[in-house]
């Protein structure tokens, strides 16, 4: 301490000690090296300001938020504007999440109209993804915004259960992409096949399968590389995910290739028989309409041909040419059938005689 007096007053004597303006105070700057009583070596890097005989020395750390120039204060709302602005969207995407999952299922609870086996499936899927946003997005939030918080403990927490709804999330869509699959192309085989028991057992599986590949090798420490290992003792304060090339092809054919290639084969299968339909249901449509058409023209047709002869319509004079081939005819008809004679007074006042046939 002596000896950092001692060059004050040698930067005194030489004139390096300035005077702010305005003020009584006297600035130096210190950049040789001082010794406390203890004979600690330290390094003079701050302002040594003197004031009405006295000396204080002024370390660049103590200096407060008032003091800084305006630059500095500027580039921290800078670096803070983003932060919020994050931190608004992830808040309410996850808000979002949990509102509209959480409606899901209270309609289903609520309207028992929605109480269908294909439901099942549907409630199961929504509070996947509700914990998915409760217990996953949350922390990933943190730590997006700050920095990891919780410890070593949380880390493996977090990153389990992460995997785990993600994965049992997944493994819905590939449920109900089996259980359309059932509806649509084998409609027969759906009430025989889809029964509560498949449902059930199926919904368990979804369920207990993700726990293979989430809690039991990450709490375990298979999941990732002994140099990480090693790393995450080191800082704590710090929860990356990790893995080795064996945990990343299982819990990818697991998570994603699998269900995948399931969903994509069963709505493929479901895209072609819609097809199929709708082109029978086409033909069936147009086979109706020609139908329609040609009984309306028939009807009609039938409507104008048909004419009825009445007795007040006057004899029918035939050619004589042709009069025998008639009474031939008439006779033999009358001989067949049975004939009505019929009597008519002419406009000339005389009787005419015919029969009905």
């Given at each position: 301490?002596?000896?950092?007096?001692?060059?004050?007053?040698?930067?005194?004597?030489?004139?390096?000690?300035?005077?702010?303006?305005?003020?009584?105070?006297?600035?130096?700057?210190?950049?040789?090296?001082?010794?406390?009583?203890?004979?600690?070596?330290?390094?003079?890097?701050?302002?040594?300001?003197?004031?009405?005989?006295?000396?204080?020395?002024?370390?660049?750390?103590?200096?407060?938020?008032?003091?800084?120039?305006?630059?500095?204060?500027?580039?921290?709302?800078?670096?803070?504007?983003?932060?919020?602005?994050?931190?608004?969207?992830?808040?309410?995407?996850?808000?979002?999440?949990?509102?509209?999952?959480?409606?899901?299922?209270?309609?289903?609870?609520?309207?028992?109209?929605?109480?269908?086996?294909?439901?099942?499936?549907?409630?199961?899927?929504?509070?996947?993804?509700?914990?998915?946003?409760?217990?996953?997005?949350?922390?990933?939030?943190?730590?997006?915004?700050?920095?990891?918080?919780?410890?070593?403990?949380?880390?493996?927490?977090?990153?389990?259960?992460?995997?785990?709804?993600?994965?049992a999330s997944i493994l819905h869509l590939c449920c109900i992409?089996?259980?359309?699959?059932?509806?649509?192309?084998?409609?027969?085989?759906?009430?025989?096949?889809?029964?509560?028991?498949?449902?059930?057992?199926?919904?368990?599986?979804?369920?207990?399968?993700?726990?293979?590949?989430?809690?039991?090798?990450?709490?375990?420490?298979?999941?990732?590389?002994?140099?990480?290992?090693?790393?995450?003792?080191?800082?704590?304060?710090?929860?990356?995910f990790v893995v080795n090339k064996y945990y990343a092809i299982?819990?990818?054919?697991?998570?994603?290739?699998?269900?995948?290639?399931?969903?994509?084969?069963?709505?493929?299968?479901?895209?072609?028989?819609?097809?199929?339909?709708?082109?029978?249901?086409?033909?069936?449509?147009?086979?109706?309409?020609?139908?329609?058409?040609?009984?309306?023209?028939?009807?009609?047709?039938?409507?104008?041909?048909?004419?009825?002869?009445?007795?007040?319509?006057?004899?029918?004079?035939?050619?004589?040419?042709?009069?025998?081939?008639?009474?031939?005819?008439?006779?033999?008809?009358?001989?067949?059938?049975?004939?009505?004679?019929?009597?008519?007074?002419?406009?000339?006042?005389?009787?005419?005689?015919?029969?009905?046939?």
């Open positions: 301490m002596h000896s950092g007096i001692a060059s004050l007053s040698e930067a005194t004597q030489s004139g390096t000690l300035r005077q702010n303006p305005g003020t009584s105070a006297t600035v130096a700057w210190l950049p040789l090296p001082f010794h406390n009583d203890s004979g600690i070596a330290g390094a003079a890097t701050g302002l040594g300001i003197v004031q009405a005989g006295t000396t204080a020395v002024t370390t660049a750390g103590s200096s407060t938020l008032s003091e800084q120039p305006p630059e500095m204060i500027a580039t921290t709302w800078e670096d803070l504007l983003p932060l919020i602005f994050k931190g608004l969207i992830m808040g309410t995407i996850i808000v979002a999440a949990v509102l509209g999952n959480a409606l899901v299922i209270i309609s289903v609870v609520r309207h028992r109209k929605l109480r269908i086996i294909t439901n099942y499936y549907v409630v199961s899927l929504a509070m996947a993804d509700l914990l998915v946003a409760l217990c996953a997005m949350s922390f990933n939030a943190s730590v997006e915004l700050t920095k990891w918080l919780f410890g070593y403990f949380m880390c493996d927490v977090y990153n389990s259960l992460d995997v785990y709804f993600s994965t992409s089996v259980d359309r699959y059932y509806a649509i192309v084998r409609p027969l085989e759906y009430p025989i096949t889809m029964t509560h028991n498949t449902v059930s057992f199926m919904l368990a599986n979804v369920w207990v399968l993700p726990a293979l590949i989430s809690f039991t090798p990450i709490f375990l420490g298979w999941y990732t590389t002994p140099e990480h290992k090693v790393f995450r003792l080191t800082n704590p304060d710090l929860c990356i299982i819990s990818s054919c697991v998570s994603f290739w699998i269900p995948g290639i399931v969903m994509v084969t069963m709505y493929c299968r479901i895209y072609k028989e819609a097809v199929r339909q709708r082109k029978a249901l086409s033909r069936t449509s147009s086979n109706i309409l020609l139908n329609s058409i040609h009984q309306h023209r028939t009807s009609q047709h039938n409507r104008h041909s048909h004419h009825y002869l009445h007795p007040s319509d006057g004899e029918l004079q035939l050619p004589s040419r042709m009069s025998g081939i008639s009474t031939t005819s008439r006779q033999s008809s009358s001989e067949t059938y049975p004939r009505i004679k019929a009597t008519e007074l002419n406009a000339n006042g005389e009787l005419t005689e015919y029969y009905l046939a």
